[in-house]
C-alpha cells in the first residue's frame, strides 16, 4: 500500500540553527502539506503546496519556515532558526486531488528544539 | 474561520462498553467531516469521512453521522475494544485546497 515517508523520526537541534524535515508523498499525489502539534496539543495546518508553489499558509508559517520540493519526490520543510516554541511533531500530508479525497499522513517528525 | 471543538478526555472505558465521542464544527458552506485516530508512535490515520448532510461513514464498527442541524458529527462504537486505545481527532476540510481543520483529540483508554 503507498504510504507518506518521512525522515529523521526524530531530530534534536540546537536553538538558531536551520533544520530539514523531508517527506516523500505518494507519487502520484498533487497536494501535499505540512502540519504540526505541539505536544498536548490539536495538530495545525501550517502550509499547502499545490502546482510547485504555496496554495495556502497559516499565520503560524511565517519567514521563518520554507518548503520546497526540489526533485519530483521529495518535499521538505526548512525552518530556519529554529526556536524552542518550534519543538512539535511534524507531519506531511498528501493528497490526490483537492476536492473530497482522503489525505494520507506520515508517521511524523518529531523535533526537539534546546 | 472554522473550528472544530471536540470533547475532552481522557476517556476510559471497559471492554466491550458503548463509545461516544462528540464532535461540532462551525464552518461556512459546506465542509466535509473526518475522524482520524493517531495509535501510540504512529501517524495519523483517517478512520472514517462524511461529505454531505446525513451522510454516514463507517469503518471498523466506528460509525459517524454528518448533522448538518447541529453542525455535529459524533463518533460511535457499540462495543470498544483494548486495541482501540488511541487518540481521536475530529477534522472538517473545507474549499479549495482542502486543508483539514482538526479539533484537540480525544485520548481513548480501553481496559481489559
Known amino acids: 500500500e503507498p504510504e507518506v515517508t518521512q525522515t529523521p523520526s526524530h531530530q534534536v537541534t540546537q536553538m538558531g540553527q536551520e533544520v530539514i524535515l523531508r517527506c516523500v508523498p505518494i507519487?502520484?499525489?498533487?497536494?501535499f502539506y505540512w502540519y504540526r502539534q505541539i505536544l498536548g496539543q490539536k495538530v495545525e495546518f501550517l502550509v499547502s503546496?499545490?502546482?510547485?508553489?504555496?496554495?495556502?499558509k497559516s499565520e503560524i508559517f511565517d519567514d521563518q519556515f520554507s518548503v520546497e520540493r526540489p526533485d519530483g519526490s521529495n518535499f521538505t520543510l526548512k525552518i530556519r532558526s529554529t526556536k524552542l516554541e518550534d519543538s512539535a511533531m511534524y507531519f506531511c500530508a498528501s493528497r490526490l486531488t483537492a476536492l473530497n479525497t482522503e489525505a494520507f499522513f506520515g508517521q511524523g517528525t518529531r523535533l526537539t528544539v534546546v | 474561520g472554522d473550528s472544530v471543538t471536540q470533547m475532552e478526555g481522557p476517556v476510559t472505558l471497559s471492554e466491550e462498553a458503548f463509545l461516544t465521542i462528540n464532535c461540532t464544527y462551525t464552518a461556512t458552506g459546506y465542509p466535509s467531516l473526518f475522524w482520524y485516530v493517531q495509535y501510540p508512535g504512529e501517524g495519523l490515520q483517517l478512520l472514517l469521512k462524511?461529505?454531505?448532510?446525513?451522510d454516514k461513514g463507517s469503518n471498523k464498527g466506528f460509525e459517524a453521522t454528518y448533522r448538518k442541524e447541529t453542525t455535529s458529527f459524533h463518533l460511535e462504537k457499540g462495543s470498544v475494544q483494548v486495541s482501540d486505545s488511541a487518540v481521536y481527532f475530529c477534522a472538517l476540510a473545507n474549499g479549495y485546497g482542502n486543508k483539514l481543520v482538526f479539533g484537540a483529540g480525544t485520548i481513548l483508554r480501553v481496559k481489559s
Open positions: 503546496f499545490y502546482n510547485n508553489e504555496i496554495s495556502e
Open positions: 462524511a461529505t454531505k448532510a446525513d
Open positions: 507519487s502520484n499525489h498533487l497536494y
